[in-house]
């Protein structure tokens, strides 16, 4: 396992952007697919990125594709979500998770895809 820390989050008002960070000092996340998922209270994690671990593939929840952007530095050992057009729906807490698995981006799609964690970094949109 490797471990995460996501930052970044933050109060923003609809329209707005953030960028979250999920860092580590594991010097081989480009080994890894990554991914961001979110909690909104009462309702379950979702995913909302991937990244596979080549870097080459990626996969978003419809909710967001055309406003997130996965992305991921390796040099910095820093994986982004860069949310653009935020709206009061994203509001939620945000996680970091990695994975050492090969499968491509659109394979990853459940926690349990999953071995490694962030704290989580709570964003909240106010219309």
């Known amino acids: 396992q490797v471990h995460l820390v996501e930052s970044g989050g933050g109060l923003v008002q609809a329209g707005n952007s953030l960028r979250l960070s999920c860092g580590t000092s594991e010097r081989t996340l480009h080994r890894y697919a990554m991914a961001w998922f979110r909690q909104a209270p009462g309702k379950d994690r979702e995913v909302v990125a991937v990244?596979?671990?080549?870097?080459?593939?990626?996969e978003y929840l419809d909710s967001v594709k055309g406003r997130f952007t996965i992305s991921r530095d390796n040099a910095e050992n820093t994986v982004y979500l860069q949310m653009n057009n935020l709206k009061p729906e994203d509001t939620a807490i945000y996680y970091c998770a990695a994975d050492k698995s090969r499968l491509p981006a659109y394979m990853l799609k459940t926690q349990s895809d999953f071995a490694s964690w962030g704290q989580g970094t709570q964003v909240t949109v106010s219309s």
């Open positions: 990244l596979g671990w080549t870097g080459s593939s990626t």
